[in-house]
């Protein structure tokens, strides 16, 4: 046994539920961790004997942000790219087959070595937790490489196999979800929790809602969980199919009709959106209304989408501060949204919250609230506190 115990917080944001915006927000806490758990919360006047105190010096302490969207998996950039797009050129999807032809050409070292720095620059801004996609693979060997990469960092890996339909099946698509659905599939399942697609119309280079659900339903036979990228370009399809197929989450939401609010409130409890407000900012594309959803009873999720295309940021702390600034969302609301919501959105109940019995992923503010996480915003003030050290 390893115990510590956690004083001096100034704030303690629980995200359990309770209170204003559901953040469970406690003062003159203290919080007792034991191998890696949280082991008890309580009044700081009157812990529990623990091995070792660490004394936050009145700094906010909050659940570690999870990210539960990212692309992690690639060698090469697309600065290019996204200057010719704050240029005027739209994104329409194309730009992934530049980074699969880097991916695929990278040794396995490169790619361990970028995937490695990329979940530490992660952890220096807060987040403890980050769900990896395949994806810039699209070959079996190469989507198994990246899965087995991402493996190494954490539980948390998703099969996107179905990204784009890569170049050299242009002509055929359909064999390309043969290969997805079969013997791709079969290789990426034994290294992957969940398999999602890339659903959308306005690309020439993702897929249909026919193949979309032949990619999930074809996932969930080989004992996946669902997760779909829908309604990023336009009004589409993946809403509705995520929620008829029961997918955890549903992300972009970008352009949402009322019907998608509506079936998105109906899955409460179920679906998941996942809101991606780096990529809105990445692709000056318009931002989805978020208070818009909460007020319609949805669940609502907040994670990055690191990717080189439309959005290489992995600051959790960005997002937050977008989604304040631009989806409506208060202060409070965003941070349960990048906690207790992604961790939601990846049916997991033992992290994205400061309870007896979830992990001990804490993260730490150079602040005395979590406030300053959007009001502060572009200041580096939150950082994943390293209780070995
Ligand atoms: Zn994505």
């Given at each position: 046994?390893?115990?510590?115990?956690v004083?001096?917080?100034?704030?303690?944001?629980?995200?359990?539920?309770?209170?204003?915006d559901?953040?469970?927000?406690?003062?003159?806490?203290?919080?007792?961790?034991?191998?890696?758990?949280?082991?008890?919360?309580?009044?700081?006047?009157?812990?529990?004997?623990?091995?070792?105190?660490?004394?936050?010096?009145?700094?906010?302490?909050?659940?570690?942000?999870?990210?539960?969207?990212?692309?992690?998996?690639?060698?090469?950039?697309?600065?290019?790219?996204?200057?010719?797009?704050?240029?005027?050129?739209?994104?329409?999807?194309?730009?992934?087959?530049?980074?699969?032809?880097?991916?695929?050409?990278?040794?396995?070292?490169?790619?361990?070595?970028?995937?490695?720095?990329?979940?530490?620059?992660?952890?220096a801004?807060?987040?403890?937790?980050?769900?990896?996609?395949?994806?810039?693979?699209?070959?079996?060997?190469d989507?198994?490489?990246?899965?087995?990469?991402?493996?190494?960092?954490?539980s948390?890996?998703t099969?996107?196999?179905?990204?784009?339909?890569?170049?050299?099946?242009?002509?055929?698509?359909?064999?390309?979800?043969?290969?997805?659905?079969?013997?791709m599939?079969?290789?990426a399942?034994?290294?992957?929790?969940?398999?999602d697609?890339?659903?959308?119309?306005?690309?020439?280079?993702?897929?249909?809602?026919?193949?979309?659900?032949?990619v999930?339903?074809?996932?969930?036979?080989?004992?996946?969980?669902?997760?779909v990228?829908?309604?990023?370009?336009?009004?589409?399809?993946?809403?509705?199919?995520?929620v008829?197929?029961?997918?955890?989450?549903?992300?972009?939401?970008?352009y949402?009709?009322?019907?998608?609010?509506d079936?998105l409130?109906?899955?409460?409890?179920?679906?998941v959106a996942?809101?991606?407000p780096?990529?809105?900012?990445?692709?000056?594309?318009?931002?989805?209304?978020?208070?818009?959803?909460?007020?319609?009873?949805?669940?609502?999720?907040?994670?990055?989408?690191?990717?080189?295309?439309?959005?290489?940021?992995?600051s959790?702390?960005?997002?937050?501060?977008?989604?304040?600034r631009?989806?409506?969302?208060?202060?409070g609301?965003?941070?349960?949204?990048?906690?207790?919501?992604?961790?939601?959105?990846?049916?997991?109940d033992?992290?994205?919250?400061?309870a007896?019995?979830?992990?001990?992923?804490?993260t730490?503010?150079?602040?005395?609230?979590?406030?300053?996480?959007?009001?502060?915003?572009?200041?580096?003030?939150?950082?994943?506190?390293?209780?070995?050290?």
């Amino acid at each position: 046994m390893n115990s510590t115990v956690v004083t001096g917080i100034g704030e303690l944001v629980t995200a359990d539920g309770s209170g204003a915006d559901r953040l469970g927000v406690r003062s003159g806490a203290a919080v007792v961790v034991e191998d890696g758990l949280v082991a008890w919360v309580g009044p700081q006047a009157a812990p529990p004997a623990a091995d070792r105190r660490v004394d936050v010096g009145g700094r906010a302490v909050l659940p570690g942000f999870v990210d539960s969207h990212a692309h992690l998996v690639f060698a090469g950039d697309r600065g290019d790219e996204f200057a010719a797009r704050m240029a005027g050129t739209p994104y329409d999807g194309g730009g992934i087959g530049v980074s699969v032809a880097a991916t695929r050409a990278a040794t396995d070292e490169e790619l361990r070595a970028l995937l490695a720095a990329r979940v530490a620059e992660m952890r220096a801004q807060g987040t403890t937790t980050v769900e990896v996609k395949s994806g810039y693979g699209l070959t079996i060997e190469d989507e198994v490489r990246a899965l087995r990469l991402a493996r190494e960092v954490t539980s948390e890996t998703t099969f996107l196999g179905a990204h784009v339909v890569p170049a050299e099946y242009a002509a055929d698509r359909a064999a390309y979800v043969d290969l997805v659905t079969g013997p791709m599939l079969e290789a990426a399942a034994p290294h992957a929790r969940w398999v999602d697609v890339f659903c959308e119309p306005h690309s020439a280079h993702a897929f249909t809602a026919d193949e979309a659900r032949a990619v999930l339903v074809a996932g969930r036979e080989a004992g996946l969980g669902l997760r779909v990228h829908g309604n990023q370009l336009g009004p589409g399809p993946g809403v509705q199919l995520a929620v008829e197929l029961g997918a955890a989450s549903v992300d972009h939401c970008t352009y949402l009709s009322p019907s998608d609010v509506d079936a998105l409130a109906d899955a409460a409890g179920t679906t998941v959106a996942t809101l991606l407000p780096g990529v809105e900012f990445s692709t000056r594309s318009p931002y989805p209304d978020a208070a818009a959803l909460l007020r319609a009873g949805v669940d609502i999720a907040l994670a990055t989408d690191c990717n080189p295309g439309t959005c290489y940021s992995s600051s959790m702390p960005f997002v937050i501060a977008l989604a304040v600034r631009e989806m409506g969302l208060t202060p409070g609301q965003a941070v349960y949204a990048a906690t207790a919501g992604s961790a939601r959105s990846l049916r997991r109940d033992d992290l994205g919250r400061i309870a007896v019995g979830a992990r001990a992923d804490l993260t730490v503010l150079e602040a005395p609230s979590h406030v300053h996480l959007s009001y502060r915003a572009g200041v580096p003030i939150a950082r994943a506190l390293d209780l070995d050290a």
